[in-house]
């Protein structure tokens, strides 16, 4: 069961196993690596280790279960996520290729800068305006100065 339910990874990477028995339960650590000749690179997150833990029939009920099975799914949703991960990658590099050719082709053309237009001084309404301060009245000698 193992191997069958491993099918999908091998497809994709390598595998490294490693199984640790303790007093009452097994331990199956599965360890995806790049395959040979593969094209991609791997993220972190692919190459991360797949553990399950529990007594030898538990894994095996659990192995039997194939796609259904947490291994199966867990299989299934990394493998989703590095066919997004890779579509990603492509659409990230077609866009870049197009903004360098779009970029390419704006240098060609030599396009003459905008001319600024000459600065206006800002129109202020009139009820903003405040008339300039009175000239101060001149008052006889001796006589305290009026301000109306």
Do not use: F, N
């Not at 990477?13 to 040979?36: F, H, M, N």
């Not at 009920?61 to 194939?66: R, S, V």
């Not at 947490?70 to 066919?83: H, T, V």
């Amino acid at each position: 069961m193992l191997i069958t339910s491993l099918l999908p990874l091998l497809s994709r990477y390598s595998l490294g196993c490693d199984l640790v028995a303790g007093s009452d339960a097994v331990t199956v650590t599965i360890i995806p690596r790049k395959a040979t000749g593969s094209k991609h690179d791997l993220d972190a997150g692919e190459v991360r280790p797949i553990s399950i833990t529990g007594t030898a029939a538990e894994i095996d009920a659990e192995l039997a279960k194939g796609a259904d099975g947490a291994l199966g799914q867990l299989i299934a949703a990394r493998k989703s996520l590095a066919d997004q991960i890779a579509e990603q990658r492509d659409a990230a590099e077609k866009a870049k290729t197009t903004s360098a050719a779009k970029t390419k082709g704006a240098s060609r053309t030599t396009a003459k800068p905008a001319e600024k237009p000459a600065a206006e001084k800002p129109a202020v309404p009139a009820d903003l305006v405040t008339p300039p301060p009175a000239a101060p009245t001149t008052s006889a000698p001796g006589e305290p100065a009026s301000l109306w």
